[in-house]
Structure formats: structure tokens, C-alpha cells
């Protein structure tokens, strides 16, 4: 016996649990791990402690449940399992008293029957459970539990209880550990979230370029949820399908492209869009639909995916996809942050629609203005339609008659015989004139360039095609549009203008959406279509639908009547213009010029009055007779086609020139006609230049 009655026996047990409960404390301070401490707790209490587990109980205040956690043991079988408890156990029990339960024997406890049962078919005899509580709150419960009968002492019940005492601090701090952790980790990722948002608005802000847009989106959601598929669809309320308009796809196989139309019944895309709501796909749920869109999708590869409706002030406006190649299902975790992803580039896609919308229509406004400017401005010699003839009151007559119509009119006539001018007064006299009239030489543009310029074109649809062009149909909608030349329109070309005239409806080149038009057409011609309709130079088909209503201009030598009027009025207009004064033109000038064959008709007539002002050095009209050398001549009688007139003229005026074409010397200005059309005439005629 030592001086304070214990014996050298017991004083030994003390000394190892008090050095046992420095430990404890040294393990707690150095470990924050509940699975690490017990594993360095545990050895240390099988030295003054005898027991088979340690089973740790804490209480769920949430549900009320006590949740058991297994930290030490040799044999599963010996411990409780992991998991919920009721309330209605040892653990509970202990934690609402905070009393220490000891049982001695087990097959002998009655107060729990179910625990007992379960403890004692797995050889546990004795059983200590204390409370784990700290100075701030009760945590539950420490249990031990031995395959020995009176394993614990009230000693040992005591030291147990200072073991708790420190477990407690150390499950605290753990539990407080977790927490902090858990809340700096939901902080990050909320943090993340709105970085994220507002990359994607600041994207929204920055850009209507909705391919831009899609990449910047799709590379700041990578850093949040994982994928390597992004797509952007819009809905076309008219084909009620969706098209892929932008795709980020770096290991695409080619199956998925932008352009790609997409029904909207039968595929994950429609199905999110008709019900609104975010669709998280499985790659066995995407099986489950049987469309084309679906055989793609599985054979690029994607294996789990998200479809999200993009809907603006309650309009659809289409999907944004993304998917995985590697994960087998898609987080649906992230729902309300793709949804949110999903609302502002509906905006960006409401943004971009409404631009497009707008550019399109200043475009067309910007393109009327030109062509109003440039019929001013080419066609100021022409406000009003000159001359008294019976032979132009009848043109006029039918002009009148066939206006108020929306018939397509054939105009036939020789070159400068006023083609252009009866077209605009058919227009003026219809219903369209509030609309434009919209004016194509088709003999001065290039073949290679006919198709886009009638018809528009997207951006990229060919090499130069950097941007989206309205073509003249388009233009026209509403309006006339007058085509000249039409005899120059290639073969290739003719069977879609044809479709236009009959269906009013075409597609830009590069697209694939029907654009519908209401235009009226007003065709005109020098050449002679049914020889061409003959020659196979020109569609049959087409040609009877251009001549619904032929209108055939007289030419200015049948006519000659008109001459003195359009003289004074060419004269009164170059005057005007010059700043001169020409008050008279003599009777022989006028005699001569009335006399003249005028082979290029009007046009001819009003270049060589505006050469004759330029002449003109005082009062009266100085006109140069001797280009109108053969006026005295009586017209000689040929039986000549009007093509091999026209052919000797130009030859004539070719030599007369010395077979210079374009300048303001060349043949091309002495015949009032443009170098272009004069170069298309040579090589129709056959005319070669003599070597």
C-alpha cells in the first residue's frame, strides 16, 4: 500500500490511464482525421482497456436519429453497422440522460431487446456506452464493447468517460473542420457560379456573333461541369424544325455540322424545347429515340448529355446542347445553373435575331436608296415618254391598259427605242408605285455572278461571299422588277427564274430556307426569243411565260414624226444643263435629222443632240450634217433580217472607229450603248476583227 491506500497494483493501472489520457490528448491535437485518430487511439486503449470495437454514435438533429460509425474493430462482425439508428438504442439513450450505459452481461439485458440480440449472436458480452459531449453541446455517444462478461469496472467506466470527454473535443472540432470545409467548398463553387454567369453575360454584351458566343460560353462551362460537346439550334417556326447554327466539336466525326436541320418530334432537342424543361440524357435514354438525329448522335460517340430550351418572353427560340464523350451520365446537379447558362443566351439569340432583323431591313432600305439615286441620276433625261405618233400612242394604249395588272410584260424593241422608260411608266401606273422599281441588265453582269445577284446569297456560300447579300427578287418584294436583256440570261439560270415567276418563292445561294416574294416582272429584249426558243438559246417554257403581255417599241425611224419633239426637248435639257443658251435650231439641221435612219433610235438621237450643244457657240443649234451624210438618201430597200442590220451597223461603226470598243471615242459610246453589251453583240453577231 502506497501513502494514499493504493496498492502497488492498482497505483500502476492509474499511472498507465493518466499516461493513456495524455496520449489521447496528444493524439487529438495532432490528428483532425476521425478515422486516423481512432487508428492511433486505439492501440494506446487496448493497453488499459479491454474491448473488441469502438463504435462512435452521433445524433442527426435534422432527422433525430443517432448515425453509428465504426472506428476500431478486429472483426466486422463484432460492431454495430454503419448507418441510422432510432433513437430507441444505448447510443440514444446515453445521449438524451448523458449517463453511461454499462451492461455486464448481455443476454441478461431486457431494456433493449433488438441490440441485445444483434450484440450477443456476434459473442459481444459486455457493452459500455458514454456520452460525447463538450462544454457547447452533446455530440452522442462512445461505445465499447468486449466478448468478455464484466469487461468494465466503474474505474473503467470512469476513465472511458475522459476518454469521451477528449473524443468529444476532437469529434467537435472534426465535425467543425468538415464544416468550414464544406461551406469554403459550396463558397467556391457559388463563387465559380457567378464567375461563370458573368463571363457568359459580359459574352451576351460583347458579341452577336452567336458562333463567338457559343465557344466563349462553352470553354467558361468546361471549368465546371465536363464535356467536349456544345451546340446551339435555333427553331424555324415555319419548317417547325431545328437547325444546328453553332457547334463546338473538336473530336466531331463529321456526323453532327452546323446547318444540320433537326425534327422537332422524335429527338432530345424537341423534346426539351415542346416541354420547356431542362432533359438530362443517359446514352440508354438517348437510345430510346429512333430518328436519323439520334444514329448520328450515338455514332459521334456522346454518351450522356443535357438539352435546355432557350425561351425569350415566352417564345422558343431554340436548344443548347451539351454532352460528354467519356461520362455515362450528366450531372443533373448542375440543372439550375445550366438553365441559367441557357436564359441569357436566349437573350444573345433574341439580341442577334432582332439585329439581323434590323441590318437586313437597313440594308434593303440602303440598297432602294441607291437604286433610287441611280435611276435619277441615269434616267434624268427621261421625266416624261416624248412624242405624238400614232405608232407610241398605241404602245402607250397597251402600256395603260395592262399596268394596273400585275401580268409579267415582255417589252420587244430595237436597241434605245425607250425599253427602260415604258417599264418605269408600267410601274408608275400600277399599284406597286408606292414600291421599288428594282432594275438588272442581266447582259452586264457577269454569268458567274447572274444567280447571286437575282437571287442573293449567304455568307461563305462561295469563294468572296463574305457577307450576306439580299438579291434583287428580294429587293423587288412587293415591287416591279425590271429585267433587261433578258435574252443574255445563261441557260443554266433560266429554269430558277422560271420557278420564281411561277411559285414567287427561291433560296439564296448557301441556304436551304425558302424565301417567299410577291414581285411583278417586267422583261425586255432586242434579241429575237422565238428564234432563240428555236435555236435552243432560249427555254421554251420560260419564254411563254414572259410573254404574257408583249409590248413591242417601234423604232425611231417609224416614228420619224416624234423627231422635231424629242429634238427640242433633248436640246431644252443639254442646254439647260451646259448653262447655254439655244433658242433656235434651223430648218435644214431639223429636216436632216428627221430624214435620218437613226439606227441606234432614241438613244442615238439624244447622244448626237448633246454633242451638237456642245458645238454650239451662240443661239443657235450648230448641228454637224456631215455625220448625217446619208440623211438626203432615200432608204435603200433590203430585204436584210433585222440581225444582219444590225450586225453591218456595228461592223460600220467598228471600222469607223478603227475597232476601238470602250472610251468616250470608241465604238460603244457612238452606237449609246454600254462597252459590255456592245462586247456580247460582237460575239453574238460573229463579227471578228480582220487580222
Known amino acids: 500500500m502506497n501513502d ?84 430507441e438504442t444505448p447510443g440514444g439513450w446515453v445521449w438524451q440522460t448523458q449517463q453511461p450505459w454499462v451492461v455486464s452481461a448481455m443476454e441478461k439485458d431486457t431494456r433493449f431487446p433488438d441490440v441485445t440480440r444483434w450484440l450477443t449472436d456476434r459473442g459481444i458480452k459486455s457493452l459500455c456506452v458514454v456520452p460525447t459531449t463538450t462544454a457547447l453541446r452533446r455530440l452522442g455517444a462512445l461505445a465499447f464493447g468486449s466478448s468478455r462478461e464484466g469487461a468494465y469496472s466503474q474505474p473503467d467506466v470512469e476513465f472511458l468517460q475522459q476518454v469521451a470527454k477528449q473524443v468529444a473535443l476532437a469529434v467537435d472540432n472534426a465535425l467543425n473542420f468538415e464544416r468550414a470545409q464544406s461551406i469554403q467548398q459550396q463558397l467556391k463553387e457559388e463563387r465559380d457560379r457567378l464567375s461563370l454567369l458573368l463571363e457568359v453575360n459580359n459574352a451576351v454584351v460583347s458579341t452577336l456573333d452567336l458562333h463567338e458566343l457559343l465557344n466563349e460560353v462553352s470553354a467558361s462551362l468546361r471549368r465546371l461541369i465536363r464535356h467536349e460537346y456544345a451546340s446551339l439550334s435555333l427553331y424555324d417556326p415555319e419548317t417547325q424544325r431545328l437547325q444546328i447554327h453553332a457547334l463546338d466539336f473538336p473530336a466531331s466525326r463529321g456526323l453532327l455540322q452546323e446547318g444540320l436541320w433537326v425534327p422537332v418530334e422524335g429527338t432530345p432537342t424537341g423534346l426539351a424545347l415542346t416541354s420547356r424543361q431542362p432533359i438530362f440524357l443517359t446514352r440508354h435514354d438517348i437510345e430510346q ?218 433560296e439564296r445561294l448557301g441556304s436551304t430556307r425558302t424565301i417567299r416574294v410577291n414581285v411583278r416582272l417586267v422583261a425586255a429584249t432586242n434579241s429575237d426569243l422565238t428564234q432563240m426558243v428555236a435555236d435552243k438559246q432560249f427555254r421554251r417554257d420560260l419564254y411563254y411565260r414572259l410573254n404574257v403581255f408583249p409590248v413591242t417599241i417601234p423604232p425611231l425611224r417609224e416614228r420619224r414624226e416624234d423627231i422635231p419633239l424629242l429634238v427640242r426637248y433633248f436640246v431644252q435639257q443639254y442646254a439647260r444643263r451646259m448653262k447655254k443658251r439655244v433658242d433656235t435650231i434651223p430648218a435644214k439641221a431639223m429636216s436632216a435629222l428627221s430624214e435620218y435612219r437613226w439606227p441606234g433610235n432614241v438613244r442615238e438621237l439624244e447622244n448626237f443632240i ?56 470608241g ?23 480582220p487580222r
Open 289 to 506: 429515340f429512333g430518328s436519323d438525329i439520334v444514329r448520328r448522335i450515338l455514332g459521334e460517340g456522346l454518351k450522356a448529355g443535357c438539352c435546355l430550351p432557350l425561351i425569350s418572353h415566352g417564345r422558343p427560340l431554340g436548344t443548347l446542347v451539351v454532352a460528354s464523350l467519356t461520362e455515362e451520365t450528366f450531372p443533373q446537379k448542375d440543372a439550375e445553373l445550366l438553365q441559367h447558362v441557357a436564359n441569357q443566351i436566349a437573350i444573345a439569340v433574341e439580341n442577334a435575331l432582332a439585329f439581323g432583323q434590323v441590318v437586313d431591313r437597313a440594308n434593303k432600305l440602303t440598297e432602294e436608296k441607291l437604286y433610287l439615286q441611280d435611276e435619277i441620276r441615269t434616267e434624268y433625261n427621261f421625266e416624261e415618254i416624248i412624242g405624238e405618233s400614232p405608232a407610241l400612242k398605241r404602245v402607250l394604249q397597251q402600256v395603260q391598259t395592262v399596268a394596273p395588272t400585275d401580268s409579267t410584260i415582255l417589252i420587244q424593241g430595237e436597241t434605245g427605242t425607250g425599253k427602260e422608260l415604258i417599264a418605269r411608266a408600267i410601274h408608275n401606273l400600277s399599284g406597286r408605285r408606292d414600291r421599288t422599281l428594282v432594275k438588272v441588265n442581266c447582259a452586264a453582269i457577269p454569268t458567274g455572278l447572274l444567280e447571286s445577284e437575282l437571287f442573293g446569297h449567304e455568307k461563305g456560300a462561295f469563294t468572296g461571299a463574305i457577307a450576306q447579300r439580299i438579291g434583287r427578287f428580294e429587293l423587288a418584294n412587293g415591287g416591279t422588277l425590271f429585267l433587261d436583256e433578258v435574252g443574255d440570261i445563261p441557260l443554266e439560270l433560266q429554269p430558277k427564274l422560271l420557278r420564281v415567276l411561277q411559285e414567287q418563292e427561291f
Open 667 to 689: 465604238a460603244a459610246a457612238r452606237l449609246g450603248i454600254k462597252r459590255t453589251t456592245l462586247q456580247s453583240r460582237i460575239k453574238k453577231l460573229g463579227i471578228t476583227h
Open 610 to 665: 448633246e454633242r451638237a450643244v456642245i458645238l454650239s457657240p451662240g443661239p443657235e443649234l450648230r448641228v454637224p450634217l456631215a455625220e448625217l451624210k446619208t440623211a438626203t438618201e432615200p432608204a435603200p430597200h433590203s430585204t436584210n433580217t433585222l440581225e444582219e442590220a444590225e450586225r453591218e451597223h456595228i461592223l460600220k461603226v467598228l471600222k469607223d472607229t478603227d475597232w476601238v470598243v470602250g472610251g468616250p471615242s
Open 4 to 87: 494514499r491506500g493504493f496498492s502497488g497494483r492498482e497505483a500502476n493501472y492509474l499511472s498507465r490511464q493518466y499516461r493513456t489520457l495524455l496520449e489521447v490528448s496528444e493524439s487529438i491535437v495532432s490528428h483532425r482525421d476521425l478515422t486516423e485518430l481512432f487508428r492511433d487511439l486505439a492501440p494506446r486503449l487496448h493497453g488499459v482497456i479491454d474491448f473488441d470495437f469502438i463504435n462512435l454514435i452521433l445524433h442527426e438533429s435534422d432527422r433525430n436519429v443517432m448515425v453509428s460509425n465504426v472506428l476500431e474493430t478486429p472483426d466486422p462482425n463484432y460492431a454495430c453497422p454503419s448507418g441510422e439508428c432510432p433513437m
